[in-house]
């Protein structure tokens, strides 16, 4: 098997070096070049033609931002982005992942951390990972997303206990969250939860950037609050985000579920043991299988389930489990998630007037 060729984009000479020999520590890892600053990463690129870049973000000459916006008009490549624990480098992360750079890993101490070796693990396994990753590639100016359907006075009727819609994702997980959450109409009647597999520091910028696009206010889940119709709550970062009984929200620091916390299935299947109202879940793009155990747990109860196609998956492992399950009742690609999600609400609404 021919091995990944990786190039490695990062203006410290210790950080390439460090990046490169753990990199070059796995079989399945080849480093074929290593380059300074993004325009040299640009020429490179174009020679080497890597399976995957391994890209930084502050760099003289050109950034990562400006080399991978390049880099997706030019010579569309996967790339896997290492960024800063801070507040700003959030914000300049989701960016990226925006404009179509796969998947990020965070550096531990700061642009240039001496101890990267503590996450090799993390990288390699990242790197494998995006290397097999569907690239979905940004317009050079802005990203096209599906048109809002129109503002409704109500999708689905009201009814005392709007629906739950659960929406998990991972790997391309935050551009795929936008194209949905952008298109729920604003008149849709219910509760929405959002498990993103990603770490601490990143999901407040994430929930502020889909709150802009969203009809639905959206936030960073703290603990203790009640879910409310017309409300989102993103699982935060580092924690695991369960339901109670009243509808009461609740964070923990349990050890990861498959690898990961938050993970979706914790907030699934504290649902399936908790909660007795109408639920949606819909699984997205990511890497593994969380999610389909508690998918087919809620399934069990009646809830109405969606995962999304292989066609428009980034990685199709979690949808592709969920629907190994044999418990979806929708696939649909994610273009058409929102509509799938419509279609849910209505559908457990309408349930619950007739009976």
Do not use: W
């Not at 890993?105 to 990242?126: C, F, N, R, T």
């Not at 819609?165 to 008149?187: C, D, E, F, K, Q």
């Amino acid at each position: 098997m021919s091995k990944i060729r990786v190039l490695v984009v990062d203006d410290s000479m210790f950080m390439r070096r460090m990046i490169s020999d753990l990199l070059s520590q796995d079989a399945e890892l080849e480093v074929v070049g290593a380059a300074r600053n993004g325009q040299e990463g640009l020429e490179m690129a174009k020679q080497l033609k890597p399976d995957v870049i391994t890209l930084d973000v502050e760099m003289p000459v050109m950034d990562g931002v400006t080399m991978l916006q390049r880099l997706m008009q030019e010579q569309p490549t996967p790339v896997l982005m290492l960024s800063s624990l801070t507040t700003e480098g959030a914000e300049v992360t989701l960016k990226c992942l925006e404009l179509g750079a796969v998947d990020f890993v965070a550096k531990p101490s700061g642009s240039i951390s001496l101890d990267i070796y503590k996450i090799s693990s993390q990288i390699i396994e990242k790197v494998k990972a995006v290397a097999r990753a569907r690239l979905a590639v940004a317009p050079s100016t802005a990203r096209t997303v599906p048109a809002s359907p129109p503002p409704s006075p109500m999708v689905g009727r009201p009814t005392q206990d709007a629906p739950l819609v659960v929406i998990g994702s991972s790997t391309g997980g935050p551009r795929a969250l936008h194209t949905v959450m952008s298109s729920l109409p604003a008149g849709l009647h219910a509760k929405i939860l959002v498990i993103q597999h990603m770490p601490e520091g990143f999901t407040r910028s994430l929930a502020e950037r889909l709150d802009r696009s969203s009809a639905f206010t959206v936030r960073e889940a703290q603990g203790g609050e009640t879910l409310q119709p017309g409300r989102a709550y993103l699982a935060p970062g580092g924690k695991h985000l369960k339901v109670e009984r009243g509808g009461k929200l609740t964070l923990t620091q349990d050890p990861p579920v498959h690898g990961v916390r938050p993970a979706v299935d914790v907030t699934l299947l504290s649902i399936a043991q908790n909660y007795s109202g109408p639920v949606v879940v819909a699984i997205l793009t990511g890497m593994g299988s969380d999610g389909a155990a508690g998918l087919r747990a809620l399934a069990a109860k009646g809830a109405y389930t969606i995962a999304e196609d292989e066609s428009t998956s980034v990685v199709f492992g979690m949808p592709r489990a969920a629907i190994q399950t044999g418990c979806v009742k929708r696939v649909a690609p994610l273009h058409q998630i929102a509509e799938a999600i419509t279609e849910g609400v209505k559908e457990l609404c309408n349930q619950l007037q007739a009976a």
